[in-house]
């Protein structure tokens, strides 16, 4: 069929008519609000070039999990700033560390919300990369066993789900066999599989303070040039035990949603990071865009290229629109 036989705008006519046909929808079930925690008491500090986004005392943690619950977001996103740094990192598995503190008091006090975790230590260390080191490279074998203390640790006190982000060789294996040791085998791998060493994290790492002091992280995340080697990582990450696997950024990387959603069967995340929410936020600001609009839209490109979960930033904005 054919114009003039066929006709698509007859399905466009009105708008319960193109709900009647709408493909995707966006659901505040499944976003995931990240939240960095700041050590001090009664702080609550909006981070500049990310507005709306808030780093925050670990008292202030239950009244912002009860704000996404509200709006049906019920998972959030731990980052810490820790007290102190080393050159091991060692804050991140620390008992009474930043984020362990923090989810202690999240599952005291919203023991309903699903609180998810990232496992790195680039906020913990003194040099700012995401794992200890020799001379100045990344020791991966050395990490393994430090990213694997830190996951439990965060299985310790009460996480619901563990989120790798350092990207070195083998974390998944070597996180899953000491989860399961300490009998933690209830406990998901969300797996950072596909991440690209990107320009987009450059409001987080003003967030978290965890710029690397030298050189970059192109030895351990991905080359943004590459889409069969993404491949590759979910493999292995699927292979070694990961639930479900993480792309990120996601925007710019929309292809590679798609393809990992098409090869693989295990549910898909999609990290809408800092730097893509930041441009949003900034052109709104100047009144270039609507930036709820286009907040809404690229959620939703995100999910039509087969995201199952959403971890942005514009989480509680978009889940307050899709009440209206
Ligand atoms: C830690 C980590 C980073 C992000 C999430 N986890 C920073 C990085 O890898 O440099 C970036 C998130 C964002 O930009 O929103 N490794």
Not at 170 to 178: C, L, Y
Not at 268 to 273: D, G, K, N
Request: hydrophobic residues 40%.
């Amino acid at each position: 069929m054919v114009f003039p036989e066929y006709r698509p705008r007859r399905l466009r006519k009105n708008e319960n008519m193109r709900a009647l046909i709408r493909e995707t929808h966006l659901s505040p079930d499944q976003f995931v609000s990240p939240v960095f925690i700041m050590p001090g008491k009664n702080k609550r500090e909006e981070i500049p070039s990310m507005p709306g986004v808030f780093r925050m005392s670990v008292d202030q943690l239950s009244k912002e999990a009860e704000e996404c619950l509200s709006l049906g977001v019920k998972s959030m996103l731990l980052f810490g700033l820790p007290e102190q740094k080393d050159a091991m990192g060692s804050g991140a598995h620390a008992k009474d560390g930043i984020i362990q503190r923090g989810i202690r008091e999240l599952k005291n006090k919203s023991p309903e919300l699903t609180v998810i975790t990232d496992v790195c230590l680039c906020e913990y260390t003194d040099h700012g990369h995401c794992g200890c080191l020799i001379g100045d490279t990344v020791d991966n074998d050395a990490t393994l066993e430090i990213l694997a203390k830190t996951a439990l640790s965060h299985a310790q006190a009460g996480a619901d789900i563990v989120a790798p982000s350092d990207m070195m060789d083998g974390r998944v294996a070597e996180i899953r066999a000491s989860l399961d040791e300490e009998n933690f085998d209830m406990i998901p791998i969300m797996s950072y599989s596909v991440k690209y060493a990107s320009a987009f994290y450059g409001p987080f790492r003003d967030a978290a303070n965890c710029a690397p002091q030298f050189g970059d992280r192109r030895s351990y995340q991905m080359d943004p040039a590459n889409a069969k080697e993404a491949l590759r990582e979910a493999t292995l990450d699927v292979d070694e035990g990961a639930d479900i696997l993480m792309v990120k950024p996601a925007v710019a990387y929309l292809d590679i949603i798609s393809r990992l959603n098409d090869e693989f069967d295990l549910p898909i995340a999609a990290y809408h990071v800092s730097g893509e929410y930041a441009m949003i936020k900034a052109a709104a600001a100047n009144g270039w865009i609507d930036g709820e609009k286009v907040l809404a839209e690229t959620l939703l490109s995100i999910k039509r290229a087969g995201a199952d979960i959403i971890i942005t930033y514009g989480a509680k904005e978009m889940a307050k629109l899709l009440q209206k």
